[in-house]
């Protein structure tokens, strides 16, 4: 059984430009989540869909964005970077309800802010 | 407001000593969910162990075990007899019972260096 797949792995960006990652969740997980890792901050949620919803939301300023697709595929969008966004992206997914299930990760997108 | 506390920044082992990893979580809930995740240096989150409050037996896989106590807030992960495989970053994360529990907050890690 395939795991959560995240791409691109590594980008890089430039200041001000805006970036899209990718993630699949594990089939049948209905509930996707992304986390930022920084050195500094360590990891951060950052937002969860699930059916298309957003259903909860860390504490990122609205340059960072994201949507779940009907197939439960999910892209996060970060607008106008900032060398601060520098930071591994983390997809997480689990089935419908994450209090009575395992949430499992992906390999992450490793984004460079130049 | 939740918290977890990894106060081990780093650890290093020779090869077949037994390491403990420390894990203190606050959390004013009294139903919440323990993990404990591997990350190696290719950045993925590997799950290890979720527990529930409700459920303080202590867990043992193979070389892995896992000694949660409600009463110290503590949820300790114990390697038996490591391996070099052994060495990563590892997570400890709470999260809650409600509609938020996909939010996982995590502790700033442990890095574990098992040499030979």
């Known amino acids: 059984k395939a795991g959560v797949t995240q791409t691109p792995r590594y980008l890089i960006k430039t200041r001000g430009q805006q970036v899209t990652l990718s993630c699949s969740p594990i089939?049948?997980?209905?509930?996707v989540s992304w986390y930022q890792q920084t050195p500094g901050q360590g990891l951060q949620f950052l937002f969860e869909?699930?059916?298309?919803?957003?259903?909860n939301k860390g504490n990122f300023p609205g340059r960072f964005s994201g949507r779940q697709f009907s197939n439960s595929r999910s892209e996060m969008n970060v607008s106008t970077l900032e060398l601060g966004d520098s930071a591994l992206y983390l997809c997480?997914?689990?089935?419908?309800?994450?209090?009575?299930?395992?949430?499992?990760f992906g390999e992450g997108s490793w984004l460079t802010v130049v | 407001a939740q918290k977890v506390t990894q106060a081990q920044t780093e650890i290093s082992v020779v090869e077949k000593e037994d390491v403990t990893l420390d894990c203190v979580y606050e959390?004013?809930?009294?139903?919440?969910?323990l993990f404990w995740y591997k990350q190696p240096p290719s950045g993925e989150l590997v799950f290890l162990i979720r527990?529930?409050?409700?459920?303080?037996q202590n867990e043992i896989s193979g070389r892995y075990s896992w000694n949660f106590q409600k009463s110290t807030s503590s949820f300790n992960f114990t390697i038996t007899a490591s391996q070099v495989v052994d060495s990563a970053v590892y997570f400890c994360?709470?999260?809650?019972?409600?509609?938020?529990?996909?939010?996982?907050?995590f502790g700033t890690g442990t890095r574990l260096q098992v040499t030979l």
């Open positions: 997480a997914s689990s089935l419908e309800d994450p209090s009575w299930n395992t949430i499992y």
């Open positions: 089939s049948g997980h209905r509930s």
């Open positions: 869909y699930f059916s298309e919803t957003q259903r």
């Open positions: 959390t004013r809930d009294t139903t919440y969910y």
């Open positions: 527990r529930n409050s409700f459920d303080e």
């Open positions: 994360a709470l999260s809650r019972n409600t509609g938020t529990a996909s939010k996982l907050t």
